[in-house]
C-alpha cells in the first residue's frame, strides 16, 4: 500500500470486513440454531423431510427426553460431578496459584513444569488405570471418584487463571494490609479476597464447564451413575434420533450461559497464563 | 519515645549482597531520609525497619524493643507505599478506620479519629468515595491519612511523592513535613529526590551500593561531603573535580594554580561547587563551552585543563561560548578527595 | 506461619493431588502396556500396531489434525486480528465466537449430525434450492470423504474458539507504539501484521497450537456422533480395546502410542517457533 487508498477502495474494504464479521458470526450460530429446531420439534418431525428452517415449539421430544429412563438420573450425576470439581480443583488449585504469584521458592521451576506437564497430556486416557485403582479403593462407579479424575483435568487450569488473577492484585495492598495490623491470614481475607471473587468465581464456573463436557473419563469409570455425556454417548447408536438432539440441546444450554458469565475474564486468563 | 536502631543489618538475595553492614541510629521524632539513586538498598532497609523484609542478619530495634522478629503489625510502625496502596474495594473512610477496625476499636472512637486526620489531610468531602474516583494527590492524601490514623511511633514512607506532577509534588511536600513535625512520630523517608530530601530531611542517610556512605544534617552533607559519590550525587549541578598534585608544605598544583590543601604526600582530587566560584582576576583558567541560563543564575559549561567544568555564575554575567574566563574559588569551600579511599580529606 | 515453608504448604495440596490421581496412575499405564502374562514385553505394542485398524486409524487421526489444525490457527488469526480493531460490538462479538468453547465435543457432534444426517439440514438445503430430488445417506462407508468433511468441519467450529481466546490474549499484550512505529516508516496492514503481529504472537501461538494439536489427538466423541465405527480414530480404538475386547494391555499401549505422537508434535512446535532469549515483549 504505497498510495493512501481512495475512498472506493476503503468502502469496499469496509463492505468486506462487516460481512466477514456476520459470516463468521453465522458460522457459530446457524449450527446451534438448528439443533434447536430439532429440539423444539415433534418427536415424527425430527426425523421427517425437508426440514422446517423455524422452530415448531413442540415440546415433545425434550418431554420424551425428560421421561427417558435413566436421563434425569444422568441429568443430576453431571450436576453434582461439576460442582464437587469446580469446589475442588478451586480448593485446591487457588492456594497454589496464589504461592506462585506471590513467592520464589526452590522447585517452583519443577512445579510448573509438572502443571504444564498435566495440559500436555492425554489425561482422559488415565482413566484407565484409574479404573482399576478405584475398584480396588471402592471409588467404581461413583460420582467422587469421577469428580477426582475431572479435577485433575481441571486443576492445571485452576493453578493458571489463579495465578494470573492473584498476580493482578498488586503485593502492596497485601503489605499494607500488614502493616495495618493484619496477619497473612487476615489480610488475605479482608483485602486480596473481596477483590479477587468475581475472577473465582470465573475460574470455578471453568472447572465446571470441563467436567460438564468431559465424555472418555466418564464413560469409562460410570457403569450406573452415569453423567449426561456418557449417558448419551452410551445411547448414541441406539436412542432414536430426537433424543439425540434433545440431549446435545441440553449439554450445550449451561455452556452458553456460563461463557457469558465469564467472558470478561477469559482474556485476562490466557494473558498471563500464556507465558 | 521511639528511637530507631539498625545494628549490623545485612541482606542477601540469593548471591546479590543487597546491604551491607548498616548501622544507623535514628532518634525520637527525627525525620530521617534515606536518600540514593534505584539499587542502592533504601528499599530494602525501610521494608527490614517495617518488617516486609528480613534481613539475613543483624538486629532492629524500635523504642528499646528488639523487633526484627515480629510481624509487621506488632512493631507500632504505619508505612506510606509508593503506589499508595488505597484498597479499592473500600470506601476512603473503611480505607483510613483499617487499621482501627484491626485493632477492633470502637466505632465512635474509629470515626472520632478517621475524621480528625481526615481533616489534617484535607480530605473530610472524600470519606465515601472509592479510590478509583480519586486523583492520584488524593489517593496520596488518602494513604498518608491511613497511616496517621493509626497514631503510630513511626511511620515510613517509601517514596510517597514519586508518582505525583512535580507542582503537587512540592506542594504535598510543604505539607507532608508540617503535619508529621505536629505528630510527634519518627519518620524514615525513602527518596531519590534530592530536593526533597534536602527540604524534608532532619538527617540524611546517603546510600550507595548497599552501604550509608555519609549520615548527617542537610547542610553538613552538602558543604562537608564524607565522600566523592556524595560531593557527586547531592547538588544540582554536582561538584566538579580536578586532579591535584602536591607540591610541598600543604601546598597543591590545580590546573595550573596553586591553592592550599592538606598537608600530605597522596595524590589527591581537589573539589569545587559551581556556585562557589566567581570570575576574577586570577584563577582557573576555562574556556565557555556552554551557556544555559536558567533565570536566576547561568549556568556555564567550559572546558578546565582539558576536563568538563562546571560554573554557576551571577545571571548578568556576559559571557558567549568561547570565551575565556578566571574563575576563583572560594578558598573556605574548598574540598578535597583521596582518589583511593574516594573519602574525603581534611 | 514462616514465610519460607508458606509457599510449600500452599502447593502441597496441588502435588499430593497430581501426584496420587496423575504420576500414580501414568506410571500404572505405561507399567501395563509393558507387561503381558506377568512380564516384560512389548507384546502389548506388537498387537496393537499389527492390527489391521491401526494404520488406518493413525491415518485418520493424523489426517484430521492435519486438516483441522491449519484451518483453525488461520482462522483463529484472522478473527483475533478483526476483534482487535473493532470499535463497535467487540464483547458482543466476541462472545458468539467463544460461545463453542463451552461446547463439548460430543454436543459438537450431535449438533453437526443435525445437518449431515440423512433427513438433516444439509439435504433439506440441498432439496431447496433444488439441487437434488431426494434425500442421500451422506454419512455411510460410501462417503468416507463426507465423513471425513463432517467431523473436521465439526472439530473446526467446535474448537477454534480456545485459539481465539488465546490469540486475542496475546495480541492485546503487544504494546500499540510498535504497530504506530511501523506504520511511520511506511509499513502496509499486510506488513504489520508479517513483521510484528506474528513474530510478537510467538509464545501465544505457541500455547494455542500444542493445546490444540494434543487435543486434536484426542479427538473421541465427535468422531464417535458422526461416524461411529465408520471412521476409526486412535481414541475409540482405545476405547474399544477396553470396553468391546476387554485387553487393558493394549488399551495401555495405544495409551502411549498417542502420548509419544503428543510429545513429538508438542516438540517440534516448541522448536518452531521458539521466541530467541530477552527478545520478549
Known amino acids: 500500500m504505497t498510495a493512501v487508498a ?40 425430527v426425523q421427517s423431510y425437508p426440514k422446517a428452517f423455524f422452530p415448531a415449539f413442540d415440546m415433545g421430544s425434550l418431554s420424551f427426553f425428560v421421561t427417558f429412563n435413566g436421563m434425569i438420573d444422568a441429568l443430576l450425576n453431571s450436576i453434582m460431578v461439576a460442582g464437587l470439581t469446580m469446589i475442588l480443583s478451586i480448593a485446591i488449585g487457588a492456594p497454589a496459584g496464589y504461592a506462585l504469584s506471590r513467592f520464589d521458592f526452590r522447585g517452583k521451576e519443577l512445579f510448573r513444569l509438572l502443571i504444564l506437564l498435566t495440559r500436555a497430556f492425554p489425561l482422559p486416557l488415565l482413566a484407565l488405570p484409574l479404573a482399576v485403582m478405584f475398584i ?39 503489605e499494607a494490609a500488614w502493616t495495618l495490623g493484619c496477619t497473612r491470614l487476615t489480610a488475605f481475607t479482608k483485602v486480596v479476597l473481596p477483590l479477587i471473587l468475581p475472577g473465582i468465581a470465573a475460574s470455578a464456573i471453568f472447572a465446571f464447564v470441563i467436567s460438564w463436557n468431559e465424555v472418555f473419563a466418564a464413560a469409562v469409570l460410570t457403569i450406573e451413575n452415569r453423567t449426561l455425556t456418557a449417558f448419551l454417548l452410551v445411547k448414541l447408536s441406539e436412542a432414536p434420533i430426537h433424543l439425540k438432539f434433545a440431549g446435545g440441546f441440553i449439554l450445550v444450554l449451561p455452556a452458553l450461559i456460563f461463557i457469558f458469565a465469564v467472558r470478561k475474564y477469559l482474556f485476562a486468563m490466557w494473558g498471563i497464563a500464556n507465558r | 519515645m521511639a528511637e530507631i536502631q539498625i545494628k549490623n543489618v545485612a541482606k542477601k538475595f540469593g548471591e546479590y549482597q543487597a546491604l551491607h553492614d548498616i548501622n544507623l541510629t535514628i532518634s525520637d521524632r527525627e525525620f530521617m531520609v534515606l536518600l540514593g539513586a534505584s539499587g542502592c538498598g533504601k528499599t530494602t532497609l525501610l521494608r527490614i525497619i517495617c518488617g516486609l523484609e528480613t534481613a539475613t542478619t543483624g538486629e532492629v530495634w524500635i523504642g528499646g ?49 478517621v475524621e480528625r486526620v481526615a481533616e489534617l489531610m484535607h480530605i473530610e468531602m472524600l470519606l465515601k468515595r472509592y479510590s478509583g474516583e480519586l486523583s492520584g494527590g488524593q489517593r496520596q492524601r488518602v494513604a498518608v491519612a491511613r497511616a496517621l490514623a493509626m497514631e503510630p511511633d513511626v511511620i515510613l514512607m517509601d517514596e510517597p511523592l514519586s508518582n505525583l506532577d512535580a507542582l503537587l509534588r512540592m506542594e504535598m511536600r510543604a505539607e507532608l513535613k508540617g503535619v508529621l513535625a505536629e505528630s510527634n512520630t519518627t519518620a524514615v523517608y525513602v527518596t531519590h529526590d534530592q530536593v526533597e530530601a534536602m527540604s524534608m530531611a532532619d538527617r540524611i542517610s546517603v ?31 554536582p561538584m566538579n573535580f580536578l586532579p591535584a598534585t602536591a607540591t610541598g608544605n600543604g601546598q597543591w598544583r590545580v590546573a595550573g594554580q596553586t591553592f592550599d590543601g592538606p598537608d ?35 549556568l556555564v559549561t567550559c572546558d578546565v585543563d582539558g576536563g568538563m567544568f562546571r560554573a554557576v555564575l551571577d545571571s548578568d554575567t556576559t559571557v558567549k561560548a568561547g570565551d575565556r574566563l578566571t574563575l576563583a574559588p572560594q578558598p573556605d569551600r574548598v574540598r578535597w578527595f583521596d582518589p583511593e579511599t574516594t573519602l574525603a580529606v581534611a | 506461619m514462616n514465610a519460607r515453608f508458606l509457599p510449600y504448604v500452599l502447593i502441597a495440596p496441588v502435588t499430593f493431588f497430581l501426584c496420587v490421581f ?83 465435543d460430543l454436543a459438537a457432534g450431535i449438533i453437526w449430525l443435525a445437518i449431515f444426517e440423512q433427513s438433516g439440514f444439509l439435504n433439506s438445503m440441498l432439496d431447496a434450492v433444488g439441487v437434488i430430488d431426494k434425500p442421500a445417506n451422506l454419512l455411510t462407508y460410501q462417503n468416507p470423504w463426507i465423513v471425513f468433511l463432517a467431523i473436521a468441519l465439526a472439530e473446526i467450529w467446535r474448537a477454534t474458539a480456545i485459539m481465539l481466546v488465546i490469540l486475542v490474549a496475546g495480541i492485546g499484550l503487544i504494546p500499540k507504539e510498535y504497530y504506530e512505529a511501523a506504520e511511520v516508516f511506511g509499513a502496509s496492514k499486510w506488513k504489520q501484521f508479517l513483521r510484528i503481529t506474528l513474530p510478537l504472537l510467538r509464545p501465544s501461538l505457541q500455547t494455542a ?13 465427535v468422531v464417535a456422533a458422526l461416524g461411529g465405527t465408520l471412521f476409526p480414530v486412535l481414541m475409540s480404538e482405545t476405547y474399544a480395546y477396553q470396553f468391546d475386547l476387554l485387553n487393558s494391555g493394549a488399551a495401555a499401549a495405544m495409551a502411549l502410542i498417542i502420548l509419544g505422537i503428543s510429545i513429538a508434535a508438542t516438540l517440534v512446535i516448541l522448536r518452531a517457533l521458539r521466541v530467541p532469549k530477552g527478545a520478549t515483549i
Open chain 3, 22 to 104: 496423575f504420576l500414580y496412575p501414568f506410571v500404572l499405564v505405561a507399567n501395563q502396556a509393558f507387561t503381558a502374562d506377568g512380564g516384560y514385553t512389548m507384546e502389548n505394542f506388537r498387537e496393537v500396531v499389527s492390527d489391521w485398524k491401526f494404520p488406518i486409524s493413525l491415518q485418520n487421526t493424523l489426517l484430521l489434525a492435519a486438516a483441522v489444525v491449519p484451518v483453525q490457527l488461520a482462522l483463529a488469526l484472522l478473527m483475533a486480528t478483526m476483534v482487535n480493531r473493532m470499535q463497535k460490538g467487540r464483547d458482543l462479538i466476541l462472545y458468539v465466537w467463544t460461545i463453542p468453547l463451552g461446547i463439548s
Open chain 1, 136 to 174: 480396588r479403593t471402592g471409588l467404581d462407579d461413583t460420582i467422587i471418584g469421577l469428580a477426582l479424575v475431572h479435577t485433575t483435568l481441571a486443576i492445571p487450569f485452576a493453578v493458571l487463571i489463579t495465578f494470573s488473577l492473584f498476580s493482578g492484585i498488586p503485593m502492596e495492598l497485601e
Open chain 3, 209 to 221: 497450537l500444542v493445546l490444540r494439536v494434543i487435543l486434536a489427538f484426542e479427538i473421541f466423541a
Open chain 1, 6 to 45: 481512495t475512498p472506493d477502495a476503503r468502502k469496499a474494504g469496509r463492505w468486506l470486513y462487516v460481512t466477514s464479521v456476520v459470516l463468521l458470526c453465522a458460522w457459530v450460530i446457524v449450527p446451534l440454531y438448528f439443533l434447536l429446531i430439532n429440539t423444539l420439534s415433534a418427536p415424527e418431525d
Open chain 2, 264 to 298: 600530605t604526600e597522596k595524590t589527591l582530587k581537589f573539589a569545587i561547587r559551581p556556585e562557589d566560584m566567581a570570575p576574577a582576576d586570577t584563577g582557573l583558567v576555562a574556556i565557555a563551552k556552554v551557556i544555559e541560563p536558567l533565570g536566576a543564575h547561568l
Open chain 2, 65 to 113: 524493643r528488639r523487633v526484627d522478629h515480629l510481624p509487621p503489625k506488632d512493631r507500632g510502625i504505619a508505612m506510606v507505599f509508593q503506589n499508595y496502596a488505597v484498597f479499592p474495594h473500600l470506601t476512603v473512610f473503611e480505607n483510613i478506620g483499617f487499621g482501627l477496625r484491626m485493632q477492633k476499636l470502637p466505632n465512635d472512637e474509629v470515626t472520632r479519629r
Open chain 2, 207 to 237: 546510600m550507595h551500593k548497599g552501604k550509608i556512605v555519609q549520615a548527617a544534617s542537610p547542610i553538613e552533607v552538602y558543604r562537608n561531603p564524607a565522600a566523592e559519590f556524595v560531593a557527586g550525587f547531592i547538588g544540582n549541578p
